[in-house]
């Protein structure tokens, strides 16, 4: 489920180019795709810059993309990294209404990936203006438990650093200014939301709705 996000509505010359690309010439038929898009910003919440760069790829307008995400920290290193091979979604640009604001096959996935798709990213770099308001529904917060435990578990943490990360999710939710990171499924639905959690060092999930 798409989960909802602050947006910062101050004028920000990267949207503009975002418009442009959409809006401006149209690609030629059969040509490569092969775009960047970066923005810089405090995504760990400690004061630091991280940079943001999503790398879209395609054999052309006609062809499905593929798309990766990494996120590197203030010295260079990479602190996250996601790929997405969007084969199994490409029949869906041609459906009136899987993206908002256009039609068409070709409006569409110019739409959705050099506009829709790094907007919903780079708003991960906006904190919040207010502590998570369902942080106090037992409900919820027994799933942050257990979304963040088997996701941990995964990478091969021990249970005493487990604890310590759930403890510093908890934490960070319960007071203005965290972020939190969005990465979208397709045009529909995003992935659990992500927080940094600076103890173990990685983005961890903490809900599924």
């Known amino acids: 489920m798409r989960q909802l996000y602050p947006r910062d509505m101050r004028p920000n010359p990267f949207v503009a180019l975002i418009g442009f690309l959409v809006c401006g010439p149209g690609i030629a038929q059969g040509t490569a795709i092969d775009r960047f898009f970066a923005k810089s910003g405090d995504i760990t919440g400690d004061g630091s810059q991280s940079t943001?760069?999503?790398?879209?790829?395609?054999?052309?307008?006609?062809?499905s993309f593929k798309w990766s995400l990494t996120i590197s920290d203030s010295h260079g290193a990479m602190i996250y990294r996601v790929n997405r091979d969007d084969t199994r979604l490409d029949h869906f640009f041609r459906d009136d209404g899987y993206v908002t604001g256009c039609t068409g096959y070709e409006?569409?996935?110019?739409?959705?990936?050099?506009?829709?798709?790094p907007e919903r990213i780079f708003a991960s770099l906006v904190p919040s203006s207010q502590a998570w308001a369902r942080l106090s529904d037992e409900n919820v917060s027994r799933d942050i438990r257990e979304t963040a435990t088997r996701y941990l578990q995964a990478q091969g943490l021990p249970d005493r650093a487990i604890s310590g990360a759930i403890n510093e999710i908890c934490s960070g939710l319960q007071k203005p200014g965290y972020r939190q990171l969005i990465v979208p499924i397709s045009a529909v639905q995003d992935a659990p939301p992500m927080i940094w959690?600076?103890?173990?060092?990685?983005?961890?999930p903490f809900y599924e709705d």
Do not use: P, Q
């Open 107 to 117: 409006n569409c996935k110019k739409r959705y990936y050099f506009h829709d798709l």
């Open 52 to 63: 943001l760069t999503l790398h879209i790829t395609g054999e052309s307008m006609s062809a």
């Open 197 to 204: 959690v600076a103890s173990v060092r990685l983005f961890v």
